[in-house]
């Protein structure tokens, strides 16, 4: 059927009481803002040519009558569509029937589209029992659209009507279904309005699928109906393989609509099947969506069941990719029956890449992040201490088509072998060790691989471990403090909000450091949370000064006797200055002439000592009197630096139990008993 012009008569469809627009309606068909439709409906009243009146109401909204409008938009020139005819019934609203009767002619629409795509012949004119033929001739089994179309009754050639008028304004039948589809809050089409992924998502996961299928691969969605995936089809070339094979309830609704879908698009949908547990088609690419239309409300522990049961199902020409909540698949895990059924799916050898994907991409729950599993055959060549798996985080990341392909890339170099994967420049993902994924208690995606530490020789090592055990003997320095008495006093306390708000104490912020900048040799030190908690020795983690004054311009250095904390609480004294404080961790630096009873290490004790259910402004900082805080801090600094070399001395003994099991299991070193000391006395007495 050739576009409407605009001199054609309006299509039955749209003279029915059914082809009505809402003030939203009006204005996406005229291409204006939404405000706009309501100023011409108040301010065109009045006028020798007003906006038409509502035909009916609805919810308290009103209706217009869709052949009303467009002719007041070809009258007026208002509007930025000059094909706002042509384009009139993809508008045309359907919210106004009763919600059962809703379902049934969307339903019986997207069946209309399909049996005009697969059979090209225009619907218009037909009668009801001439249209039911052509779809019994097509759908003789009633897999797909059959049962639809019979259930618009006798209405069934005015809907075969309006479908021509949609399969026009959408330029193909194929287009049209999917932007009825696309329509689902409208419709009522509850299943699909709680799990549609935003276009963003589905572009990236159906890059992948068809990176995966090579273009000559069948495809497998074991659920029937999270089609999406395959349905827009924008990354097949135009001779790929367009085979699928459904799953799920053959009857369900979601699972049929599955089907018309891609039979629109020109896809060869074999019947029924198969089960998870049925053996995939031969070299067959699994895409599945979870939760899906057909299973809309899974939880975690289902969702990753369903993918343990795809993982076994696979032989070693299967590839598959699944897209799901986060929380299922890289988030840390809410329950341990997750994280024990994710550990088993890991432990197959078979994922070989994970994804975080950005927040917000899928409307139904727009607090709940996304993930992406690929899975392949298991590395059997590879030895199980070298095998990996690629880890990926987007968040933050805007998926341009740029980042799409750059992350489509690095999912075909990490099924490729060792060889493909080392040529490779990765932009997102980063190889990890397999095992070191498979023993993460908490987010996948952002393990770290183990640190490898070189091989040293028996004599290296001999030497290392003589002067360790020097250093752990090595006399513990004295604290020597003078103390005399005096009469006792009243306690002076005030708050650290209290603190900075006289100008006692300033707050700086930290500088957001980029992880990928850190180095371990570098001049500048890097003083973080990690730092504060004791999880790193202070100078472990550095920067190059010369990088960090490029890439950070307005990064602060910190001053000696500055305090780094954080709400942990936390706080250590950084007595060198010259350091860069990760956010979000932040400085508090004593103003000398305003801190009256107060210096640096007595601020961070009373941090450390601080109650954690408090806000930091309310934690408690006891004064001293202002004759005594010099010899305070000094004797504080003392036992800080003990208690560093303490710490220090306590690292040196984990660092000699490491050298000493790494030389002797190797066989490098042997170590030698030594005489017990009374033996010894003896021997010399004899």
């Not at 988030?331 to 975080?356: C, F, K, Q, S």
């Not at 990996?388 to 890339?409: K, S």
């Amino acid at each position: 059927m050739l576009p409407m012009t605009q001199d054609a008569a309006p299509p039955a469809s749209l003279a029915a009481p059914h082809g009505v627009l809402s003030l939203a309606d009006v204005a996406h068909l005229a291409d204006v803002q939404r405000p706009v439709a309501t100023v011409w409906r108040s301010r065109h009243g009045e006028t020798g040519d007003p906006f038409p009146d509502p035909v009916v109401t609805s919810g308290g909204r009103p209706y217009f009558a869709a052949q009303d409008v467009v002719a007041w938009l070809e009258r007026t020139g208002r509007g930025n569509n000059p094909h706002a005819r042509a384009d009139a019934a993809l508008a045309v609203a359907l919210d106004v029937l009763p919600e059962r009767e809703r379902t049934v002619v969307a339903q019986g629409l997207t069946a209309l589209l399909c049996l005009k795509a697969v059979a090209g012949t225009d619907l218009l004119g037909g009668h009801r029992d001439d249209l039911l033929d052509l779809a019994d001739a097509w759908d003789p089994d009633d897999r797909l659209l059959y049962g639809e179309m019979e259930a618009l009754g006798d209405d069934l050639p005015r809907w075969a009507a309006h479908a021509e008028a949609v399969a026009s304004a959408g330029f193909s039948p194929a287009a049209a279904l999917e932007r009825l589809v696309a329509r689902h809050r409208r419709l009522r089409l509850q299943e699909l309005d709680q799990t549609v992924l935003a276009d963003a998502a589905v572009t990236l996961v159906g890059a992948v699928a068809a990176a995966l299928a090579q273009g000559d691969r069948p495809f497998v969605d074991v659920t029937g109906a999270g089609v999406c995936i395959l349905a827009a089809g924008t990354h097949l070339s135009e001779d790929a393989e367009r085979s699928a094979s459904l799953g799920g309830d053959p009857e369900h609704p979601m699972v049929r609509l599955g089907r018309r879908r891609l039979a629109a698009g020109s896809w060869d949908v074999s019947p029924p099947g198969p089960a998870i547990e049925d053996a995939f088609p031969s070299r067959a690419v699994v895409a599945v969506q979870l939760p899906c239309p057909s299973r809309p409300h899974l939880d975690d522990r289902e969702v990753i069941e369903t993918v343990e049961r795809i993982a076994l199902t696979m032989d070693e020409d299967h590839r598959a990719v699944v897209v799901g909540p986060a929380s299922a698949l890289t988030d840390r895990a809410r329950t341990p029956e997750v994280a024990n059924v994710r550990a088993d799916v890991l432990r197959t050898g078979r994922v070989r890449a994970m994804v975080r994907l950005p927040a917000g991409l899928w409307p139904a729950r727009s607090r709940q992040a996304l993930g992406v599993w690929v899975l392949g055959p298991a590395q059997a060549t590879v030895r199980a201490e070298d095998r990996w798996v690629a880890l990926a985080d987007l968040t933050g990341q805007r998926l341009d088509p740029g980042a799409v392909e750059d992350v489509v890339t690095d999912v075909v170099a990490a099924l490729g072998d060792r060889e493909a994967a080392r040529r490779h420049a990765f932009r997102f993902a980063r190889l990890v060790p397999a095992s070191s994924v498979q023993a993460a208690g908490g987010d996948l995606v952002t393990v770290a691989p183990p640190a490898r530490r070189p091989r040293r020789s028996p004599a290296e090592l001999a030497v290392i471990i003589e002067e360790l055990a020097t250093a752990v003997t090595a006399p513990v320095p004295a604290v020597t403090l003078d103390v005399s008495q005096g009469e006792h006093g009243g306690v002076v306390t005030t708050t650290l909000g209290e603190l900075v708000r006289t100008g006692a104490v300033r707050t700086v912020p930290g500088t957001t450091i980029d992880p990928d900048d850190i180095v371990p040799d570098g001049e500048v030190r890097v003083i973080g949370t990690d730092e504060i908690a004791g999880r790193r020795r202070v100078g472990e983690r550095t920067l190059d000064r010369v990088s960090f004054s490029v890439a950070y311009p307005s990064g602060r250095y910190t001053e000696p006797g500055d305090v780094v904390f954080c709400s942990g609480p936390g706080a250590v004294v950084d007595d060198l200055g010259l350091a860069v404080v990760a956010q979000p961790a932040r400085v508090l630096r004593v103003v000398a002439d305003q801190a009256k009873g107060l210096t640096p290490h007595l601020l961070a004790h009373a941090i450390r000592s601080a109650p954690s259910r408090f806000a930091w402004r309310s934690w408690p900082v006891r004064l001293v009197p202002a004759g005594q805080t010099a010899a305070v801090d000094a004797a504080l600094r003392t036992i800080v630096d003990l208690h560093h070399s303490l710490t220090a001395r306590a690292d040196a003994l984990d660092d000699l139990t490491a050298a000493l099991l790494d030389g002797v299991s190797t066989g490098g070193l042997t170590l030698n008993p030594i005489p017990d000391r009374d033996d010894l006395h003896h021997g010399q007495e004899g």
